[in-house]
């Protein structure tokens, strides 16, 4: 909520300080219930909930704010609150489907509040980034896409690991090496990259899963 309050107020760098913020603390909490074996209902529903407004609400506003300054006076910028709506669907969904305990389905929440809050970072780095975060109709139609990616059918790498053999685990030990890469010589600029390169390899690896299934079965 003291995300949307800074955005509204115009300052969109600090909303994306706050989703970080939130994306450790969520790691954390769910990491210390682990430790302390402390599960219960009520802390499930306040997690999708909390994850509800910090990376659906929150981005949501992001891209609400840059419309208006390109579209004034216009309805469209309300078409950013689309984002929101597909984060209520995939926290839904993720929470009765059991197809996701080593794999995700659909672009996680936390992933893509991260893409769209740091946006303004990687247009302060390139210039191309600038002019494509400049034009509005791209912006709806990068925003809608990765919106539809939350609930689409597509299997994505969880960061989960069996065992730690670089041939069961080279998706994620390549996603892990290259986000690192983006963040560490772009900072907060080079995450939109990273999630998008996490996307591209988990498609990857969905082609070669499928590649060797057809082998087996032939």
Same mark, same amino acid.
């Given at each position: 909520?003291?995300?949307?309050?800074?955005?509204?107020?115009?300052?969109?760098?600090?909303?994306?300080?706050?989703?970080?913020?939130?994306?450790?603390?969520?790691?954390?909490?769910?990491?210390?219930?682990?430790?302390?074996?402390?599960? *219960?209902?009520?802390?499930?529903?306040?997690?999708?909930?909390?994850?509800?407004?910090?990376?659906?609400?929150?981005?949501?506003?992001?891209?609400?704010?840059?419309?208006?300054?390109?579209?004034?006076?216009?309805?469209?910028?309300? /078409?950013?609150?689309?984002?929101?709506?597909?984060?209520?669907?995939?926290?839904?969904?993720?929470?009765?489907?059991?197809?996701?305990?080593?794999?995700?389905?659909?672009?996680?929440?936390?992933?893509?509040?991260?893409?769209?809050?740091?946006?303004?970072?990687?247009?302060?780095?390139?210039?191309?980034?600038?002019?494509?975060?400049?034009?509005?109709?791209?912006? /709806?139609? #990068?925003?809608?896409?990765?919106?539809?990616?939350?609930?689409?059918?597509?299997?994505?790498?969880?960061?989960? #690991?069996?065992?730690?053999?670089?041939?069961?685990?080279?998706?994620?030990?390549?996603?892990?090496?290259?986000?690192?890469?983006?963040?560490?010589?772009?900072?907060?600029?080079?995450?939109?990259?990273?999630?998008? *390169?996490?996307?591209?390899?988990?498609?990857?690896?969905?082609?070669?899963?499928?590649?060797?299934?057809?082998?087996?079965?032939?």
């Amino acid at each position: 909520m003291a995300g949307i309050y800074y955005v509204l107020g115009g300052n969109l760098f600090y909303g994306a300080y706050f989703i970080f913020a939130a994306a450790v603390l969520d790691f954390l909490d769910g990491f210390v219930a682990r430790l302390l074996n402390a599960y *219960s209902e009520i802390g499930k529903q306040l997690d999708s909930l909390a994850d509800l407004v910090t990376f659906g609400v929150l981005p949501a506003f992001i891209v609400f704010t840059l419309l208006q300054d390109i579209f004034p006076g216009s309805y469209l910028p309300f /078409l950013a609150f689309f984002i929101g709506t597909q984060s209520a669907i995939r926290l839904a969904k993720f929470n009765i489907d059991t197809r996701q305990s080593d794999r995700f389905i659909g672009v996680p929440t936390p992933a893509n509040g991260l893409l769209i809050s740091t946006l303004p970072f990687m247009a302060e780095r390139f210039l191309w980034a600038e002019s494509l975060l400049a034009n509005g109709w791209f912006l /709806l139609a #990068f925003s809608f896409f990765f919106a539809l990616l939350m609930t689409a059918e597509l299997p994505l790498i969880a960061l989960k #690991f069996k065992n730690f053999g670089f041939k069961d685990n080279k998706y994620r030990y390549l996603t892990i090496a290259i986000s690192l890469l983006c963040v560490l010589i772009l900072g907060m600029g080079g995450v939109p990259l990273a999630i998008i *390169s996490y996307v591209g390899l988990s498609v990857v690896e969905n082609l070669e899963n499928r590649n060797v299934q057809n082998k087996e079965l032939i």
